[in-house]
């Protein structure tokens, strides 16, 4: 219910605190953002097992592991000299942020669909972040090639230009479900394997040819 108090919540967060406190545990006091990383992504990796295939108990077990390391980067960076900040200050960021980033919900614009939601984000993101010179500013590349791929292919249609090289001949058919596509991608990576390629690099090279192209076609638009 919202406006509820979580006393499972606030339990969590004073564990975590005495886990980390003089006489608590040794190992959890001596973490660091940087030594957590590989903690979070296979913490990450475990969810998404448990949202494709786990079942309700996984599922509330893996979250619990997201969010436990959500609260210990807070309580490392709570009891820095400088910078520091917790929990409250990480929600409220959050709530902020959703909140002025939903204007059809909390303020009086319109959005009916959820393309009209993504054209609203990527308008306000634009607003809150004027730094970014290009449409490929803050797209992490450490991202699965899959799901980097995807994100590229959407910034190039933004700028005007075809990814995919003319002469490239299409799937036919294309596949006409993920099953379907999954397969189709799985023979593409069993062929590249017995010709001696490696398919994640190969993706991953023409990616960055990709985001050549797009800086190159936002140079031209400016000039």
């Not at 990796?45 to 592991?65: N, Q």
């Amino acid at each position: 219910m919202t406006g509820a108090p979580h006393p499972k919540l606030d339990e969590l967060i004073s564990v975590l605190a005495r886990l980390r406190a003089p006489g608590g545990c040794a190992w959890d006091l001596e973490q660091t953002h940087e030594s957590l990383v590989r903690h979070l992504i296979e913490e990450s990796y475990e969810l998404v097992d448990a949202i494709e295939s786990g079942s309700r108990d996984e599922l509330i077990e893996e979250l619990g592991d997201v969010l436990y390391q959500v609260i210990f980067h807070a309580d490392i960076a709570a009891h820095r000299n400088e910078g520091s900040f917790d929990i409250d200050d990480v929600a409220a960021r959050m709530t902020e942020k959703m909140i002025g980033r939903h204007p059809h919900v909390f303020a009086d614009a319109t959005a009916e669909t959820a393309a009209d939601v993504l054209a609203v984000w990527d308008d306000l993101k634009a607003v809150e972040k004027p730094g970014r010179t290009s449409v490929l500013d803050g797209i992490p590349q450490a991202m699965p090639s899959l799901l980097l791929a995807e994100k590229l292919l959407g910034r190039a249609e933004r700028v005007g230009i075809e990814p995919v090289r003319g002469d490239l001949a299409p799937l036919d058919p294309a596949p006409a479900s993920e099953e379907e596509l999954g397969q189709t991608l799985l023979i593409l990576v069993a062929s590249a394997q017995r010709n001696g390629l490696d398919a994640e690099r190969a993706l991953r090279g023409a990616l960055r040819g990709l985001q050549t192209d797009i800086r190159l076609a936002e140079t031209t638009g400016r000039d």
